[in-house]
């Protein structure tokens, strides 16, 4: 899921070229985003939908309680909504949520709880 580099004459540095995400790649991310913004290890959380780059996961807490949450995964960014009684809710706009990948490592930084790395396979 590494980024394509290319090199613009004009320029020194390479740019990165964006690179189609995989379903499972979009789970991925979309797990690790969930896992920072709800305090979750990701390793809990699973994939229950895949729909374009809509992704609905869910988890169950230590309590017994079961959290379903949907993302869109574009560009770097992810927004999220919860779903209850099989509804979503409102997208987080608000919530300012950016990734990147590099192999197995998913790094997401969001704008309150800051910046978690993890190994999400």
Do not use: H, L
């Amino acid at each position: 899921m590494a980024a394509a580099r290319t090199v613009d004459a004009a320029k020194a540095e390479p740019e990165v070229a964006p690179v189609a995400m995989t379903a499972k790649d979009m789970g991925r991310v979309c797990r690790a985003a969930i896992a920072t913004v709800m305090g979750r290890d990701p390793s809990i959380i699973r994939v229950t939908a895949t729909n374009g780059n809509i992704v609905d996961v869910r988890y169950t807490r230590d309590d017994g309680t079961v959290w379903s949450n949907r993302c869109r995964v574009e560009s770097g960014r992810v927004t999220w909504a919860a779903i209850e009684n099989g509804q979503p809710g409102r997208w987080r706009t608000e919530d300012n949520i950016t990734f990147s990948a590099d192999g197995d490592q998913i790094t997401v930084t969001e704008s309150i709880m800051g910046t978690e790395t993890y190994t999400v396979r």
